[in-house]
């Protein structure tokens, strides 16, 4: 479902004669030129909802998976839109965001709940999202050109077969989901989710405190990326865009302090005792990434991409960049291994022109290599087979000078792939989230000395305890801590 500016206008106009087309906004009570009924809505979300469980999978905590979920049901209930039925899903996925599909499916990631120091704050979130499918957002605003502007997955392009979930999610629905709505749909999802807050008991205020952690995020990640070199990240929408000083946004926030209750408990136990333990970072289910190095303990191999590439990890694939963007290699998952790994890429990959295929086993796993173009790009292409399965590595590069230059570059790596090591498996291990009490002088020093995070662990430490740039923790108040 793929709509352009011009067909939105064109349903737009159309919508004037045929009025079973038009919606009235749940919020406003005015009429919105939108394309769908609520059933196509619920529908879209409903498949959207598949390729979020495919893109990101689900975090593997019932206990965390209920709890959310109920927060999040309590605040429904008491929106405008309450006939829905919402579904409301932590994605195992270390990024900083949340988001919702039309209809009421709404998804949060782990990653952000690890900033996160009470169950109001949870709720805040939960609130600003459920605000977007109130006032149909995502139903409004629907742009295959946003769609275009995340990665091109090339390997997904050669391996029709290997096609992940990413691109179809995004043909779908939008980058928008992803990256935020624009500056007045978000400060509307803000207002409804503070007033969702209130009427469900918790202190609005705890939008504001959001918002902050977020920008506290921003400027700390900000910090990192020029130490590295690379752009910062930018996180959902307004939490990205507004200050949390902005007069508008403390404005709307301030409308539903007159509906709160006074002293609203804002249930900063109950949420540390359902985060203990909860995984920081990356995913042992989904492979953990260590500077340049991919290491999966589940599926018994490790790969060293080329130092200083980026390597970012999804459930079916993983994808390494270099510096420049003009190089990039994927690893597949393609399933089990049939007949040779020549046979396998002679049956599944097609290329323009060369096809040169070299049969050499790497590090002593069976596995074989083709090199070619593929629409006018240098490609090769990587079978392994290992324990029972076959993975693929697909490398190609923007230009064929850039693919020149990383030429080297991108054949150590496919020659990297290897079983993993006894040294390298405490490696794999996923760090912790714990939570407990501080003791009297404990500093964030300290604590940063004994995490696993490395450089940036003090940095990470302040941050999810709401203590960015320089606080200290107290004796006796909560504490988070990285084993
Ligand atoms: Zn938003």
């Known amino acids: 479902m793929r709509f352009t500016f011009a067909s939105r206008l064109f349903a737009g106009l159309l919508c004037l004669g045929l009025l079973a087309n038009c919606a009235v906004n749940p919020v406003t009570g005015r009429q919105n030129f939108v394309m769908m009924s609520e059933s196509e809505e619920v529908r879209t979300g409903k498949k ?17 998976q209920r709890y959310v979920n109920d927060v999040g049901q309590r605040l429904a209930q008491k929106s405008h839109r309450s006939n829905l039925e919402y579904h409301f899903t932590v994605v195992d996925s270390p990024e900083i965001n949340a988001f919702a599909l039309p209809g009421g499916y709404i998804y949060i990631t782990r990653g952000i709940m690890a900033y996160l120091n009470s169950e109001a704050e949870l709720a805040a979130v939960l609130g600003h999202e459920i605000g977007h499918v109130t006032a149909r957002h995502s139903v409004q605003q629907h742009s295959a050109s946003m769609a275009a502007s995340i990665g091109v997955a090339l390997g997904s392009i050669l391996v029709p077969e290997l096609r992940g979930g990413a691109q179809d999610l995004l043909n779908l629905l939008g980058n928008a989901l992803l990256s935020g709505y624009g500056r007045d749909h978000e400060l509307e999802a803000d207002r409804l989710g503070a007033e969702y807050l209130a009427r469900t008991g918790y202190d609005p205020q705890a939008m504001v405190k959001v918002v902050g952690v977020l920008k506290d995020q921003e400027l700390f990640d900000a910090e990192i990326a020029r130490g590295e070199g690379r752009e910062p990240r930018r996180y959902h929408g307004l939490f990205a865009t507004h200050p949390d000083n902005d007069t508008r946004f403390k404005e709307m926030v301030g409308e539903a302090d007159r509906l709160a209750q ?3 408990d804002s249930r900063q136990a109950a949420y540390l005792a359902q985060i203990n333990g909860l995984v920081f970072g990356d995913s042992p289910s989904q492979g953990i990434i260590r500077d340049s190095r991919f290491l999966h303990d589940g599926l018994g191999f490790g790969l060293n991409f080329p130092p200083n590439w980026k390597v970012k990890n999804s459930p079916d694939r993983v994808i390494a960049l270099s510096p420049e963007n003009d190089g990039q290699i994927e690893l597949h ?12 890429l002679r049956r599944s990959i097609r290329l323009d022109a060369g096809n040169e295929l070299e049969t050499t086993p790497i590090n002593g796993l069976p596995a074989a290599i083709m090199s070619g173009v593929r629409q006018g790009k240098p490609v090769k292409v990587g079978a392994i087979f290992f324990r029972d399965q076959a993975f693929i590595l697909v490398a190609t590069a923007k230009t064929p000078a850039a693919y020149n230059r990383h030429r080297t570059a991108i054949s150590s790596a496919i020659d990297s792939f290897h079983a993993l ?15 407990r009490t501080a003791k009297k002088g404990e500093t964030f020093a300290n604590l940063a000395r004994l995490s696993p995070l490395g450089k940036n662990a003090e940095g990470y430490l302040r941050l999810m305890n709401h203590a960015y740039p320089s606080g200290e923790p107290q004796a006796g108040q909560h504490l988070k801590t990285i084993e």
């Open 421 to 435: 090591q006894d040294s390298e498996r405490k490696l794999a291990k996923p760090t912790l989230i714990r939570t």
């Open 333 to 344: 998952l393609a399933g089990p291994a049939r007949g040779t790994p020549a046979d396998f």
């Open 48 to 64: 959207g909802a598949e390729e979020v469980r495919k893109e990101y999978g689900v975090y593997d905590n019932p206990a965390l």
């Open 262 to 264: 006074p002293k609203a």
